[in-house]
């Protein structure tokens, strides 16, 4: 069964960084695509950072340069440095990995999601 887990949320000031990680565990291949959504409380979740295997990540554009996304592909590991910290980027953070493999003759999408992590960031 794969499981995806997330660290390094907290408690920071504005301005500040911190860096998310998102280990996985259970997968026989690498996954296609890996990325970082965030939920406020009562808003909905959203896309925050995404990256493919060999392509340019992407990025919201709220936080377009202050955030970078890296990914370890051998690993299914991926990470979240987020810098220069706003309150508005209070949310839990969540990682989620999806893409299609191959069936026979068929393709069969996946997507698999850990249980979040929570970034506070005090004015």
């Known amino acids: 069964q794969v499981q995806l887990a997330e660290s390094g949320g907290g408690l920071v000031k504005a301005g500040e960084s911190l860096t998310l990680s998102c280990v996985s565990s259970?997968?026989?291949?690498?996954?296609?695509?890996m990325g970082w959504y965030r939920q406020a409380p009562g808003e909905q979740r959203e896309l925050v950072a995404s990256?493919?295997?060999?392509?340019?990540?992407n990025y919201a554009a709220s936080v377009e340069g202050r955030f970078t996304i890296s990914r370890n592909g051998a690993k299914n590991t991926v990470y979240l440095t987020m810098e220069s910290l706003k309150p508005e980027d209070t949310a839990v953070y969540y990682c989620?990995?999806?893409?299609?493999?191959?069936?026979?003759?068929?393709?069969?999408?996946?997507?698999?999601w850990g249980q979040g992590t929570q970034v506070t960031v005090s004015s």
């Open positions: 259970g997968s026989r291949f690498s996954f296609n695509a």
């Open positions: 989620k990995a999806w893409g299609a493999y191959q069936w026979g003759k068929t393709l069969r999408d996946y997507e698999y």
């Open positions: 990256i493919m295997s060999g392509m340019t990540p």
